[in-house]
C-alpha cells in the first residue's frame, strides 16, 4: 500500500516568506509526528498528533512554527518569515497507535528546505 | 523528560566483522520502548529493531540484535556479519508507553570493504 507522502521534496524560499509543509499519512495511522532533520543533530521532535487528543507541541523551536492535521489525516507543517537557521529536511512519520502499544513509525521521504 | 544519547558519531567495521553500536537512555518510567532505525543514504528511515522494556530477553532480527541493560539504561545495537548495504546512520529512540517518540543525535557507520 501507499506510504506516507511528503510534499514538496525540496523547497528553496528567501528569508522572511512562509512555507508549508505537507504530510499525508498511511490511511488509518492515528499518530503522526513531524521531526527535524538538521546536519549532524539527529532527529529533533517538532511535534506529535494523535487522535483527537491536543496535539504535543513541546518541540516547537519558537511561535514561527505551528502545524495542523485536519481530519485525523492530512498534515500541514507551517514555518512563518523563515530564517536561514530553518534550513533542515523535515521529516513526517505515521503509526497504528494502539492501545499504548506503540508500533513502529513510518516515514517520509522528507522535504529538503533551504532558506536563502 | 526522555532523553536519548549515543555518544558515537561515526564508527567503521570491516566487512563480514561484527560492530556495536551504544545508546543510553534516561526515563522515569517503568513502561517503555525502545528502537533502533536506519537512514541509508536514500534518506528513507525503516525500524531496524525494537524492545519492550518488560521483556526481559533481548530482541533479535536475523543479523540485529541488542543488549538491553534495564538497570543501566543501556541499549546497544549489535549487527553481526556486516554487509555494504549496512552503511547508513543508526538512530536509537525511546517512547514511553502512549508518548511521543524520542530519538538520539545517530551514528554513522561505515562498512569498509
Known amino acids: 500500500g501507499a506510504g506516507v507522502s511528503q510534499s514538496p521534496s525540496n523547497k528553496v524560499t528567501e528569508k522572511g516568506k512562509d512555507v508549508e509543509l505537507r504530510c499525508d499519512p498511511i490511511?488509518?495511522?492515528?499518530?503522526l509526528y513531524w521531526y527535524r532533520q538538521s546536519l549532524g543533530q539527529g532527529l529533533e521532535f517538532l511535534i506529535y498528533?494523535?487522535?483527537?487528543?491536543?496535539?504535543?507541541k513541546s518541540g516547537l523551536p519558537s511561535d514561527r512554527f505551528s502545524a495542523e492535521r485536519t481530519g485525523g489525516s492530512v498534515s500541514t507543517l507551517t514555518i512563518q518569515r523563515t530564517q536561514q537557521e530553518d534550513s533542515a529536511v523535515y521529516l513526517c512519520?505515521?503509526?497504528?497507535?494502539?492501545?499504548?502499544?506503540?508500533?513502529?513509525?513510518?516515514f517520509g521521504n522528507g522535504t529538503r528546505l533551504t532558506v536563502t | 523528560a526522555q532523553t536519548v544519547t549515543q555518544s558515537q558519531p561515526e564508527m567503521s567495521v570491516q566487512e563480514a566483522e561484527t560492530v556495536t553500536l551504544s545508546c543510553t537512555y534516561d526515563?522515569?518510567?517503568?513502561?517503555?520502548?525502545l528502537f533502533w532505525y536506519k537512514q541509508p543514504p536514500s534518506r528513507q528511515m525503516i525500524l531496524v529493531i525494537r524492545?519492550?522494556?518488560?521483556?526481559?530477553q533481548n530482541a533479535t532480527e536475523n543479523r540485529f540484535s541488542v543488549n538491553f541493560q534495564k538497570a543501566a539504561k543501556s541499549f546497544s545495537l549489535k549487527i553481526s556479519d556486516s554487509q555494504l548495504g549496512d552503511a547508513a546512520m543508526y538512530f536509537c529512540?525511546?517512547?514511553?508507553?502512549?508518548?511521543?517518540?524520542?530519538f538520539g543525535k545517530g551514528t554513522r557507520l561505515h562498512i569498509l570493504p
Open positions: 512519520a505515521s503509526s497504528l497507535f494502539d492501545q499504548g502499544n506503540n508500533s513502529p513509525l513510518h
Open positions: 490511511s488509518g495511522h492515528t499518530a
Open positions: 498528533f494523535q487522535g483527537n487528543s491536543a496535539p504535543d
Open positions: 526515563t522515569s518510567e517503568s513502561d517503555y520502548y
Open positions: 524492545q519492550e522494556a518488560y521483556k526481559q
Open positions: 529512540a525511546s517512547s514511553n508507553r502512549d508518548d511521543k517518540i524520542i
